[in-house]
């Protein structure tokens, strides 16, 4: 089966432009995290869903993060206004259940670099 | 405030050695203690984890020991193989309430024949 997939794999952009980063969790998967993973660092939680409903967000830099999971299956994290310390890798991961001791199955990651 | 401290950044041991890494923790509602392998250009996976209720856990060459007292656990990576070569992070989290994952900041294993 599929694993969990992330698009783009890259991102480039100019300082100031919003950007829309995408998760497609695995299959059925209940939870959906975003973490962020500066280079040489471990992953950082930005925010998680259990299906649609957004539990938690405290890891959200600033009000120009923002992240949906409509219809409790693709994620979209959307940085508006990027700069250029948000520069990093994005990763996402889903879970099968609903508990912080569910395995958690990460995608590939997106690379975003803003000019 | 760091929740997760792990050491060292970087390891070198040579094929067929025991490699050691270290990690320890502030909260202690924190009561599940993951591993996870990453190898470059993909994202981390689950390697072994532990709870508290038990000091050691093995599965194949790989074992974690834990000390609650003490709050540290490490990874033990037995007759190392050059194939081992990866960035591993510890991480934990609180069981009740879904609270997020913490990670380490990641030791980079090499693994020279």
């Known amino acids: 089966g599929a694993g969990v997939s992330q698009s783009p794999r890259y991102k480039v952009t100019k300082r100031g432009q919003d950007v829309a980063l995408r998760c497609d969790p695995i299959?059925?998967?209940?939870?959906l995290y975003w973490y962020r993973q500066a280079l040489g660092q471990g992953p950082e939680f930005l925010t998680y869903?259990?299906?649609?409903?957004?539990?938690?967000k405290s890891g959200l830099p600033n009000d120009r993060f923002s992240a949906e999971r409509p219809e409790g299956s693709i994620s979209t994290l959307t940085i508006q206004r990027t700069e250029q310390r948000d520069s990093a890798m994005y990763r996402c991961?889903?879970?099968?259940?609903?508990?912080?001791?569910?395995?958690?199955?990460f995608g590939p990651g997106t690379r975003l670099t803003v000019l | 405030q760091q929740q997760v401290k792990q050491s060292p950044q970087s390891l070198i041991v040579q094929k067929g050695g025991i490699s050691i890494i270290n990690c320890a923790y502030e909260?202690?509602?924190?009561?599940?203690f993951p591993w996870y392998q990453q190898f470059p250009g993909k994202g981390p996976a689950l390697l072994i984890a532990?709870?508290?209720?038990?000091s050691e856990k093995k599965e194949g060459r790989f074992t974690i020991s834990f000390n609650k007292s003490a709050k540290q656990f490490s990874l033990h990576i037995m007759d190392s193989q050059p194939g081992d070569s990866a960035t591993y992070f510890c991480?934990?989290?609180?069981?009740?309430?879904?609270?997020?994952?913490?990670f380490g900041k990641g030791t980079r294993l090499s693994v020279i024949a």
């Open positions: 532990i709870r508290p209720d038990v």
């Open positions: 991961a889903s879970t099968s259940g609903a508990s912080s001791y569910n395995e958690q199955f």
């Open positions: 299959s059925g998967h209940v939870s």
């Open positions: 909260n202690t509602a924190f009561d599940y």
């Open positions: 991480a934990a989290t609180r069981t009740s309430g879904n609270t997020p994952l913490v």
């Open positions: 869903f259990n299906y649609e409903a957004q539990q938690d």
